[in-house]
């Protein structure tokens, strides 16, 4: 089988801050990285680290080629992103010493993917493949109703969160993930828990604390792995990416749970976003 992953491509610029600033600080960085990023990039290169098929359907601008190269570097199939005459999204973030970090987005060639672009590569999938979509990029509502109707598995990762997107997208959704703010901020907008939602698996990140997975009204925990943590960008990425991969390949929610919480265990290790997700190989072998 196969995930397609509707996702955002960025130029991630990482400075290193002893804290995060307040507002009007004026701050030093003691150290800055240019990796491979966005959050539908991450997802496609966490899944494909962990074995699975990716291909993934996207848009860079003319400035965005390396991440492509870097893409298929990386084991994910790019012949379903487009350059257009536009930039690259990219994003600047800040982490803190203590792994907390701050973000500012620019979406670039990620909300302008064209339609024809998304009818003609998912014209190639299969029943019983994946979808993705996160809330990086456009035609999310239309690219999950037309992968239901193929008879894909929907999933959606609802970051970064708006209500209005995340309701649209709900009725074609099989898989749903989000972090516990976001399913607070969900429950406020729709008045419905994440066991209410009417999506057949819905996971609730919490960080430090682990996850929850709501399937059938019951509500299943998953404790974290505790590490020292230096960087947790990309590390809910990290995470969505290894339970689709498990979920691709046929394992029961609950291994797909605990692989993934071991990736995402190893990511805040580690300084980076889509660079420095670790392989299959290397979550199994990780002995907290």
């Known amino acids: 089988m196969a995930i397609w992953n509707l996702g955002s491509i960025n130029a991630d610029y990482v400075y290193d801050v002893p804290h995060i600033p307040a507002p009007g600080e004026t701050l030093a960085a003691t150290d800055r990285n240019v990796f491979l990023g966005g959050k539908g990039a991450n997802m496609s290169v966490a899944a494909a680290r962990a074995g699975a098929q990716v291909k993934h359907i996207g848009c860079v601008g003319s400035d965005g080629t390396w991440a492509v190269e870097r893409l298929l570097e990386w084991g994910v199939d790019t012949r379903h992103i487009a350059e257009l005459d536009t930039a690259t999204g990219h994003a600047i973030i800040s982490v803190a010493d203590d792994g907390e970090n701050m973000i500012i987005l620019h979406p670039g060639a990620n909300t302008e993917i064209p339609q024809a672009q998304l009818q003609n590569a998912l014209a190639e999938a299969e029943t019983g493949d994946w979808f993705i979509a996160q809330n990086e990029t456009n035609l999310q509502r239309t690219a999950a109703a037309l992968a239901g109707k193929m008879g894909l598995n929907v999933g959606y990762a609802a970051a970064p969160f708006d209500a209005d997107r995340v309701q649209a997208?709900?009725?074609?959704?099989?898989?749903?993930?989000?972090?516990?703010?976001?399913?607070?901020?969900?429950?406020?907008?729709?008045?419905?828990?994440?066991?209410?939602?009417?999506?057949?698996?819905?996971?609730?990140?919490?960080?430090?604390?682990?996850?929850?997975?709501?399937?059938?009204?019951?509500?299943?925990?998953?404790?974290?792995?505790?590490?020292?943590?230096?960087?947790?960008?990309?590390?809910?990425?990290?995470?969505?990416?290894?339970?689709?991969?498990?979920?691709?390949?046929?394992?029961?929610?609950?291994?797909?749970?605990g692989q993934a919480t071991k990736a995402g265990a190893l990511m805040v290790t580690r300084h980076g976003t889509a660079d420095v997700i670790p392989d299959l190989l290397e979550v199994q072998q990780f002995q907290p």
């Open 169 to 257: 997208v709900l009725p074609h959704l099989d898989f749903l993930i989000l972090n516990e703010v976001e399913a607070e901020q969900l429950r406020t907008a729709t008045g419905q828990g994440p066991a209410a939602l009417g999506v057949k698996d819905v996971i609730v990140t919490l960080g430090g604390d682990g996850a929850d997975w709501y399937a059938g009204g019951t509500k299943t925990h998953f404790d974290a792995i505790k590490v020292d943590p230096v960087d947790s960008t990309g590390a809910g990425d990290t995470f969505t990416g290894y339970v689709l991969a498990g979920l691709d390949r046929g394992m029961p929610m609950a291994q797909a749970i």
